[in-house]
């Protein structure tokens, strides 16, 4: 009788402990999943994605199992990412920013040292993201774009990406500086209207479209190396707080828009009591 009791116990013991084990492997992939939706899109737009993915669960146990079921679950998880509409949002500001010598940089290198540096660049990017109120939206080879205003609007979008921008020109120096290089950025800022929203579902990512978007890209192609390149619309949020020196038109292909830029000073923003505004008509 004693021995039927211990083996009882014991089962009892492994159950538990199986059933605590499990709950942490749970638990432990869970915030894996978190940590991974989060890293691919805003804050605000990841929580939507877990609440639609929480609600899909909870809808599928209401409705019980089933092959029927199981279809329907697999077709709601195809559909999950359909479900957001784009949303359209004004006054934001988009930086697009290049590595100007990075062809001459890549061609003496491996291609595992070629990726280590921009790994080590492109964090330092990234972190100044945080630092400076923007959205990291993607990397193109050696272009680095991000926005701020979107997907959560904020007042000082353009301050946000002119001050990323200033800061990326900072960062490089100090990338050649520990590395031996001789690179550069070339940063545009234009703001305008965007569409923002996840597409497809699979490698799914979060983007933003709009004319906008395309003269941001061209004011950072028409910039100089080491300076910030802001278009007229951007500059009208900032003209209280920096020095800008007058450019020349650039003209957008697609819709014949003309845009009159100016440069700033990568080495530093001007203080509000130095002003010294030269236009930017």
Avoid at 42 to 58: D, F, I, N, W, Y
Avoid at 130 to 138: A, M, N, P, V
Avoid at 141 to 165: K, W
């Amino acid at each position: 009788m004693l021995c039927v009791t211990q083996v009882r116990e014991r089962s009892t013991f492994l159950k538990v402990g199986q059933s605590l084990i499990l709950r942490r492997r749970l638990q432990t992939e869970k915030q894996l999943k978190h940590n991974m939706i989060h890293s691919l899109m805003p804050p605000k737009v990841a929580e939507q994605v877990l609440r639609a993915r929480e609600g899909e669960r909870s809808s599928d146990d209401r409705t019980g199992g089933g092959g029927g079921a199981v279809e329907a679950g697999l077709s709601s998880t195809t559909d999950m990412f359909r479900r957001f509409h784009m949303l359209q949002m004004g006054n934001v500001s988009i930086l697009f920013a290049d590595i100007v010598g990075f062809t001459k940089m890549s061609s003496n290198k491996s291609a595992k040292h070629l990726v280590m540096l921009l790994n080590d660049l492109f964090g330092r990017f990234d972190d100044l993201c945080l630092r400076h109120g923007c959205e990291k939206i993607s990397t193109l080879g050696d272009c680095y774009y991000c926005v701020s205003g979107c997907p959560e609007p904020r007042d000082d979008h353009a301050r946000c990406c002119v001050e990323m921008g200033l800061a990326m020109c900072v960062a490089i120096q100090e990338f050649d500086r520990v590395h031996s290089e001789e690179v550069n950025m070339r940063v545009g800022v234009h703001t305008g209207t965007v569409l923002c929203g996840i597409v497809g579902t699979r490698r799914f990512k979060f983007d933003v479209w709009s004319h906008d978007v395309t003269l941001a890209n061209m004011m950072e192609s028409e910039g100089r190396p080491g300076r910030v390149h802001v278009s007229d619309d951007t500059h009208r949020f900032i003209k209280e707080l920096y020095e800008v020196e007058p450019g020349d038109e650039v003209e957008g292909e697609s819709v014949g828009t003309a845009l009159r830029g100016g440069f700033m000073d990568g080495a530093r923003p001007l203080p509000l009591s130095s002003l010294l505004f030269t236009g930017c008509i």
